[in-house]
């Protein structure tokens, strides 16, 4: 059994992005030497997620309004009627009374899921033609850390 | 270590189905050998998911009902309100903008999670008494692939 | 390849509650003697999740609130408007007409995620300062399992 972990760190300029590491994965991937197995792709922060989707700019930005309206930030005013009332009831969340204010990218990261795990098949990822893996960040501006581990012969 | 993968394709006959593959991936598990492993259960298509729920028809149809309120399509009149309000705020999704018309299914595939990972001890599945394996096709009357990847020994 | 797999019961005296577990998961490695490779941790139940969040009490609090509102009880008042027109369109869910009442405990869990795949490290695991792993009780107070496969070298 062959097992390969790589660290990487994020800086993203903006407070939300969706970075593609697909091609990431897959160096991964060919400097463990494994052909068959499994690898996991898992943000090491409670304030991003791992997502595989399609790499078209449309879908990624309907992704971030509608998760805005499902888990809506406190930093700023409400989409609209549905993510006033999806906000906490005190008015903030309660989590930011410590002085933090990204309760909601501990939701998002709740929907999106924080980690995806991804066959390798003769050495290489075994995905759908459109499937893509992204980091999706939801509180970035400062350096965040994610785990690739395969696992396999 | 032993490796051992399937594919499976569907072709749904309504537009959104969920199909009971637990047997299924006993099977592969009976195929590869293993009786000590994990199991990776997962949609090749980012318009799919894989759910493990209970196998009731009261429960299956709650669940479309709801997803269809919280990940609206737009090539149907929102069921409410909160769905109307949770579609996208240009009309329709940006994703559509190049004539597709399934963005409300990557979105289900979102929440739905793509894929499970089910362990394997002493040859079986290890499951609880209710839980059930299910492919959920969100956008289906086409052929879908699905991975089916047991690893262990 | 070394594999391990421990069961644990949770009988929560609350419906609703969180269990911090990271050390149990980190026992389970102990004991299977793996320093390279995986760990699953996954509920035996549909009405349960396992989460990699902040042990933050607010946060805790606050994911209890907007699941309520998400994924609404319907043995008690729903939390606001949204909350209503998220219910059940008949006026309560399929699922409860064999006599349960646990529907939205469904709906949490397929938010919440039934499951997380933890790496393991030289003997550890392989988290984030802030990631704890809970298990998330959403229809408590009844004995109910959950599994945790250790599986690497």
Chains 1, 2, 3 share one sequence.
């Not at 309907?62 to 700023?76: H, I, N, R, T």
């Not at 995905?127 to 501006?141: I, K, R, S």
């Amino acid at each position: 059994m062959r097992s390969h972990t790589v660290y990487e760190t994020f800086n993203t300029e903006r407070r939300r992005e969706f970075v593609r590491i697909t091609g990431d994965v897959q160096r991964a991937v060919d400097d463990s030497g494994v052909s068959e197995g499994l690898v996991l792709v898992s943000a090491m922060h409670i304030t991003a997620g791992v997502w595989v989707n399609d790499d078209e700019p449309g879908i990624l930005e309907d992704a971030l309004e509608w998760l805005d309206k499902l888990a809506p930030p406190s930093w700023k005013e409400p989409a609209n009627d549905v993510a006033r009332e999806l906000s906490p009831d005190p008015g903030d969340y309660r989590h930011h009374r410590g002085g933090e204010d990204n309760g909601d990218a501990h939701f998002k990261n709740l929907l999106v899921h924080h980690q995806v795990i991804l066959p390798i098949t003769d050495g290489r990822l075994d995905l759908g033609p459109w499937q893509q893996v992204f980091y999706a960040e939801f509180d970035g501006g400062r350096p965040k850390r994610l785990v690739i581990k395969v696992l396999g012969e």
